[in-house]
C-alpha cells in the first residue's frame, strides 16, 4: 500500500513538473524578442500619456491571438504573429496563407526598414483579404460589407490610397477606419489610418490627435510620430517636432526614414549646416537620390557655395531638367556665382514660360533685368515689375524692388512714398539702407546718419551697413571717426568689391589731390566696375580740362548705369565728345 502510494504520488508530481516546464518552455518563446525590431519602451513620449497596447485574451485560442496581434499593426505584434504561425505548424492552411500576406504586407507598406527575412506570401487567390490587397495594388477601394464586424475588412482597403493625394478618397475613407477603432480601440494601426485621412483632408488638428493616439498606443508605430512632426512643422511647432525627432532617432538609430524626416525638417527650418550634414548622410546610402540632390544643391547655394552646388544639379538634370527648383537654383548660381546676368534671365524666363504666375521668380527676373545696362532690359524688367504691382497684396519684395527701382533712378520723393510701408512692416537691414540711401539723396544727412547707425548697430559684421555709417559719418563732417573705421577694415579685408568702396570712401577724406586719385586707382584695381570710383576719376579729370581721360571714365560709368541720374547729367553734358571720341 505504501509502495502504490509512493509511485503514484511521484508519477502525479512528475506529470505537475512536466506540464509547468511546457509552460515556461512557450512564455519563454511568447516573449522572446524579436531581432531587428526595438521592444516597447517602458513609458510614453515626452509630454504625452498612454498606456501602450497589449493583444487581447481570444476565446478562439491561438487563431484569435494571432488575429489580435495583427490587428495591433506594430513590428513586435507582427513578427509575434508570424512566430505563432511557425511554431503552430499554420503555414500551409488558409488561415495562415492569409494571414501571412497579411503581415508581410502591412511591414512591407509601413515599415519598410525592418522587411528582413519576410516569408513570401502564397496567399488563397478566393480569400477576401486576397481580393483587397489585388484591388489596392490597383489603387481601388474595396468597400466592407455593410454588417461586417471584421476589423481587417475596414482597414486593409486603406492600402490603397497609401500612395494617394486626392483629397476626396480620404474622405470616403474616414467612416471606415472610424468604424475599425470601435471595433479595437488598442490598435495603433487604426489610430495611424486614421490620422492619415483627416491630413489628407487637411483635417490637421483631428490628424495630430490621432498621430499621437497611434503613438501612445504602441510607440514602435514609429511613422505615426513621422507623420505628426510633419503636421508640426505644417502648423508652426517646427522646434517641438526636431525635439520628437531627435528622440526617435535615439531610439532607432539606423532608421532611414527618421533620419531623412530629419533632414527634412532642419530643410524646411532653413537651418542650412545642420541640414547639409543631415542631407550627406541620406546620399551616402543613395546618392541618386533625386529629391536629396535637389535639396542638397539648394543648401549648398544659400550657403553661397555655388561651383559645389554644381555636382548635385547635373546629377538630378537626367531626372527632370524642367523642375521649377532646378532652373531656380541654375539661375542663382549663373547670377550670384558666375554674375553671367544672360544666362540667369534664361533659366528665369523658362519657369515663367511654363508659370506666369510665379512671383519668386519673376521678382529675380526683374531685379536682375533692371540692373542690366542694356535699356531694352530694363524696360522688360519694369514691365514684369507692373504687372507684380496689379496683385493683390502684392508681397514687401516686390514693393522693395519698386523702391530700388526709384533710388536707382533718383526719384527720392516715389522712394520715400514705398518706403515708409517697408519700415513699418519689416524694417529688414535692406530696408534701413534702404531708407540711408533716400535720406541721403533728399538732402537728410541728419536721419540718413540715424538710419545708417541703425543699420550699423543692428549687425556690425554687415558690411552694407558699415559702409553706410562711414559714409554718413563723412557727409556729417565727423571725418575722424570716419577715418579710424577705414583703416581697422582696410587693414584685414581680402582683395575685392568690399576693398574698393573703402578705398574709395578714403579718398573722400583726402585733401591732397594726388593722394585722392591713389585711391581711386586702387579702388578701381580691386574692382573696375566700381561706379562712384569712375565718376569721381571723371570728375577730377574733368576739373583738369583733361576731357580725353574725362570721356574714357565717363564712357565707363554709362556702360555700368546709363539711368543714373548723374551719370545721364555728365552724358549729356559730354555729349558731342562721346559720339567722337575714340
Known amino acids: 500500500m505504501t509502495g502504490s502510494f509512493t509511485f503514484e504520488g511521484v508519477r502525479v508530481f512528475s506529470g505537475i513538473m512536466l506540464i509547468i516546464l511546457v509552460i515556461l518552455i512557450f512564455a519563454c518563446q511568447g516573449n522572446a524578442q524579436i531581432v531587428g525590431v526595438t521592444p516597447l519602451p517602458a513609458g510614453p513620449p515626452p509630454g504625452r500619456t498612454g498606456t501602450p497596447a497589449r493583444p487581447t485574451v481570444s476565446s478562439e485560442g491561438v487563431a484569435g491571438e494571432i488575429r489580435s496581434l495583427v490587428e495591433l499593426g506594430t ?12 511554431t503552430r505548424d499554420l503555414g500551409n492552411t488558409e488561415f495562415g496563407r492569409v494571414m501571412i500576406m497579411v503581415i508581410v504586407y502591412m511591414i512591407q507598406k509601413i515599415y519598410p526598414d525592418v522587411s528582413i527575412n519576410l516569408p513570401h506570401p502564397d496567399p488563397p487567390k478566393t480569400h477576401e483579404y ?45 467612416p471606415d477606419i472610424q468604424k475599425a477603432k470601435q471595433l479595437n480601440p488598442n490598435s495603433a494601426l487604426a489610430s495611424y489610418f486614421l490620422g492619415m485621412a483627416y491630413e489628407h483632408s487637411g483635417r490637421f488638428s483631428e490628424a495630430e490627435e490621432e498621430y499621437s493616439l497611434a503613438y501612445e498606443l504602441s510607440h514602435d508605430c514609429y511613422p505615426a510620430i513621422l507623420s505628426l512632426t510633419r503636421i508640426m512643422n505644417i502648423t508652426g511647432e517646427r522646434e517641438d517636432a526636431l525635439r520628437l525627432l531627435s528622440d526617435l532617432v535615439i531610439r532607432y538609430p539606423d532608421n532611414i526614414a527618421i533620419k531623412r524626416e530629419i533632414a527634412f525638417a532642419y530643410y524646411h527650418n532653413r ?87 510665379d512671383d519668386e521668380a519673376a521678382v529675380y527676373a526683374t531685379r536682375l533685368l533692371m540692373e542690366s545696362p542694356r535699356k531694352e532690359d530694363q524696360a522688360e524688367g519694369r514691365e514684369l515689375l507692373q504687372g507684380l504691382l496689379k496683385i493683390e497684396s502684392y508681397p514687401l519684395t516686390v514693393l522693395s524692388l519698386e523702391v530700388e527701382d526709384a533710388i536707382r533712378r533718383g526719384a527720392w520723393k516715389e522712394a520715400e512714398t514705398y518706403l515708409e510701408r517697408l519700415l ?7 530696408d534701413l539702407l534702404f531708407a540711408y540711401q533716400v535720406e541721403r539723396g533728399l538732402g537728410n544727412k ?12 543692428q549687425d556690425p559684421a554687415n558690411d552694407e551697413g558699415a559702409v553706410a555709417y562711414v559714409s554718413a559719418l563723412i557727409d556729417m563732417g565727423r571725418q575722424n571717426e570716419a577715418g579710424q573705421m577705414i583703416e581697422s577694415r582696410l587693414s584685414s579685408l581680402p582683395s575685392g568689391g568690399l576693398k574698393s568702396r573703402y578705398y ?14 591713389n585711391d581711386l586707382r586702387s579702388s578701381l584695381f580691386e574692382d573696375p566696375r566700381n561706379l562712384s570710383a569712375l565718376i569721381a576719376m571723371f570728375e577730377i579729370y574733368h576739373y583738369r580740362q583733361d576731357e ?35
Do not use: C
Not at 75 to 86: E, H, N, V
Not at 313 to 331: E, G, I, K, T
Not at 448 to 457: K, M, V
Not at 550 to 578: D, F, G, H, M, T
Open 424 to 430: 513699418r512692416e519689416r524694417r529688414s537691414s535692406r
Open 130 to 174: 486576397t481580393r483587397i490587397f489585388l484591388n489596392a495594388e490597383q489603387g481601388k477601394y474595396t468597400y466592407p460589407p455593410p454588417e461586417s464586424t471584421d476589423f481587417l475588412e475596414y482597414v486593409l482597403p486603406f492600402f490603397a490610397l497609401l500612395s494617394v493625394t486626392k483629397e476626396e478618397a480620404f474622405l470616403q475613407a474616414i
Open 504 to 517: 574709395y570712401l578714403r579718398s573722400r577724406l583726402r585733401k591732397n589731390e594726388e593722394l585722392m586719385m
Open 271 to 357: 537651418d542650412w549646416s545642420r541640414a547639409e550634414a543631415a542631407i550627406a548622410e541620406i546620399l551616402q546610402r543613395n546618392n541618386r537620390d533625386s529629391e536629396f540632390l535637389l535639396m542638397q544643391a539648394h543648401v549648398l547655394v544659400e550657403r553661397g557655395q555655388f561651383l559645389q552646388a554644381q555636382a548635385p544639379l547635373d546629377l538630378y538634370a537626367s531626372v527632370n531638367a524642367n523642375n521649377r527648383l532646378y532652373l531656380f537654383l541654375r539661375a542663382r548660381i549663373q547670377a550670384e556665382g558666375y554674375r553671367n546676368r544672360d544666362a540667369a534671365l534664361n533659366y528665369l524666363r523658362s519657369i515663367l514660360r511654363n508659370n506666369p504666375g
Open 548 to 582: 580725353r581721360r574725362a570721356v574714357y571714365y565717363l564712357k565707363q560709368a554709362i556702360a555700368l548705369a546709363p539711368e543714373n541720374p548723374l551719370v545721364r547729367r555728365y552724358e549729356a553734358e559730354y555729349s558731342a565728345l562721346l559720339g567722337t571720341a575714340n
Open 75 to 86: 513590428p513586435p505584434f507582427l513578427f509575434k504573429a508570424l512566430d505563432l504561425i511557425r
Open 446 to 457: 541728419d536721419e540718413a546718419l540715424a538710419y545708417a547707425r541703425e543699420l550699423y548697430e
